[in-house]
């Protein structure tokens, strides 16, 4: 796929290709430089393969490029690889913070070198002192400011979940992603289009969770991750005693037969319609096609689900 | 008015019918 008319002739699934290859060369590399056992090795190369490849964040600053023409390829790259060097932080930041899960300290070196070199390389394009750092820190604070709501509220209890919390972990979750944005902006001088694209993606990593959710509902209650969906399939259920497989089969009905699924594909559906519009305001196509394309998937899953729901069956 | 039975089995056609989805979900997952 061709990225837009701006750069003709790229390739997102190359660039990711090429991104991926960095950053899997960058862990090697350290595997070797720290001489690391096997077992450790096959640890933290996880993080690197928990990207399949086609994964669109490992292409990710090449889907707005439409809204800042001019900036260089090679700055372009070293955006995209900084990006994914952070993802693969943010995995092992997780585990890091799972109080259920020890992180071996191997892993907390691992960590703390994928975000160093991830700034590395962002040195290389951004003085000191340029407005991209002010972008970079806000959303890191929005960063961590929902990953620690979520810890303290959502994980291994049942609370309460508003749904402007959930609004605003999902959103904090990957305020991160902005910083491209940021980046591109800074890069190209066009700042014009930086508010609507990066509410189109809060408003996307809005419509992904309420879909995300309902895709995940088993693997989130195996983990005791307690989403709004599963939050509000509790609070629906007047016994929650019995064994796992038989909750698991409650909970099964009240997602699907109480409507919450339903609702849930809804409200990704008016999400990323918004998601959408503010991607076409702002004539950034690569980025409004992905939207449509999930946009579309969560209507026929919407269906389907409808579908098996009343048929008859023999 | 369904059996359990048959809920059941419809229970397992709609969480089939979800795991077709996470190909997807892995393609635009960012955490």
Redesign the interface.
């Known amino acids: 796929m061709a990225v837009n008319s701006a750069a003709p002739g790229l390739s997102l699934r190359e660039e990711g290709a090429r991104c991926k290859a960095s950053l899997e060369a960058f862990t090697e590399n350290l595997i070797t430089k720290l001489a690391v056992s096997k077992p450790e090795a096959e640890q933290l190369c996880k993080y690197d393969r928990s990207r399949r490849d086609g994964n669109m964040y490992l292409h990710f600053p090449f889907c707005f490029l439409d809204a800042f023409p001019g900036v260089p390829i090679e700055a372009v790259r070293i955006v995209a690889l900084s990006a994914v060097l952070w993802m693969s932080y943010m995995r092992a930041q997780d585990d890091a913070v799972d109080k259920n899960r020890a992180s071996a300290p191997i892993l907390l070196f691992l960590r703390d070198l994928y975000l160093r070199e991830s700034l590395r390389l962002l040195y290389t394009i951004f003085v000191p002192n340029s407005k991209f750092w002010d972008s970079y820190s806000a959303y890191f604070d929005e960063y961590a400011y929902a990953v620690l709501c979520e810890c303290r509220k959502h994980s291994s209890i049942e609370s309460h979940y508003p749904e402007e919390e959930f609004c605003a972990i999902a959103k904090g979750k990957a305020a991160m992603a902005k910083y491209p944005l940021a980046a591109l902006a800074e890069l190209s001088g066009h700042h014009e289009n930086v508010a609507l694209l990066t509410e189109s993606l809060d408003c996307f990593h809005v419509g992904y969770q309420y879909w995300d959710d309902v895709v995940d509902w088993k693997e989130d209650l195996a983990s005791s991750k307690y989403s709004l969906l599963l939050t509000r399939a509790f609070e629906g259920m007047e016994n929650r005693e019995g064994s796992p497989d038989e909750l698991r089969e409650r909970i099964g009905h009240a997602v699907y037969y109480s409507g919450l699924a339903e609702a849930n594909l809804e409200e990704s559906n008016r999400w990323l319609e918004r998601a959408y519009d503010l991607s076409i305001e702002a004539r950034c196509t690569v980025w409004a096609n992905y939207l449509k394309r999930l946009q579309k998937q969560a209507a026929v899953l919407a269906d389907d689900l409808r579908l098996i729901m009343t048929k008859d069956t023999l | 008015m369904?059996t359990e039975s048959?809920?059941?089995?419809?229970?397992e056609?709609?969480?089939a019918?979800?795991q077709m989805?996470?190909d997807?979900?892995?393609?635009?997952?960012?955490?």
């Open positions: 369904k048959v809920v059941a089995s419809k229970i056609e709609l969480d019918r979800l989805e996470e997807l979900a892995e393609m635009l997952s960012y955490l």
